[in-house]
């Protein structure tokens, strides 16, 4: 099955954020990965509301918003004011993690929690079934460009299984590194979203890019 592409716009040119996701979405591209951070739950800072907004008027892609940030829960609502379709909020930065995601479903949003290389998989294990996906990080949060920690893999085999297992429809997302090298083993191993952000803007064509990473995984 061919995965869904998310294009993870902090590679992307911000002073040309149209027309670099509507060249991404020419190549292919499902959904827009917007990454959120608040410089304390990861040592950097990028963008707020008002760029998911902007995201909004610019594609009619679902937009897929990841909160990197502390105390997701007091934000949330706003990022879905300004039109993400997807939140994923991070296992390791909420205390009440089910309150939260329950609200983003009663917003009508698709909820979805990530989970830092470190975090175990057991953490999901009495969220999974509210879940609509589980974003699996693949590097450290906090900067694009970074490599592929190899360790992912198996870690979203074992997901993929225990999904499974429970006859369950979660989806899985991998996000950080990835590459035409290792997207197909990704899709392989049972993720079905591919973040991807040097790899579709890092290089100057986003079509290209895009289609390159699509066409990688068939
Ligand atoms: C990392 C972000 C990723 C990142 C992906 O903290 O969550 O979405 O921007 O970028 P690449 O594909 O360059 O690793
Ligand atoms: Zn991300």
């Known amino acids: 099955m061919s995965p869904i592409l998310a294009p993870s716009i902090l590679a992307a040119d911000f002073g040309h954020l149209a027309d670099q996701i509507a060249r991404a979405e020419r190549g292919g591209a499902g959904v827009v990965h917007v990454d959120v951070m608040d410089g304390h739950f990861v040592p950097n800072l990028t963008v707020g509301p008002p760029v ?70 057991a953490s999901l294990d009495e969220i999974l079934p509210e879940l609509d996906y589980v974003l699996v990080m693949s590097v450290n949060p906090g900067f ?45 191993a049972g993720a079905e979203i591919l973040v991807a952000g040097s790899a579709v803007f890092g290089r100057g064509d986003p079509e290209a890019g895009a289609r390159q990473l699509l066409e990688a995984c068939r």
Not at 53 to 71: F, G, N, Q, W, Y
Not at 154 to 179: N, P, Y
């Open 144 to 188: 694009g460009g970074q490599s592929f920690l190899g360790a992912s893999l198996d870690k979203i085999r074992r997901l993929r299984a225990g999904i499974q297992q429970r006859g369950l429809t979660v989806q899985i997302e991998v996000d950080g590194g990835v590459d035409v090298g290792n997207a197909p083993s990704l899709v392989k």
């Open 52 to 121: 998911v907004k902007a995201v909004r008027r610019a594609t009619a892609l679902p937009i897929d918003v990841h909160l990197m940030i502390e105390s997701a829960d007091r934000y949330v609502d706003a990022f879905v004011d300004a039109g993400a379709s997807w939140v994923s909020v991070h296992v390791e930065a909420l205390a009440h993690l089910q309150g939260t995601v329950a609200h983003l479903r009663k917003r009508g949003v698709r909820p979805g929690v990530a989970l830092n290389p470190s975090t175990p998989l």
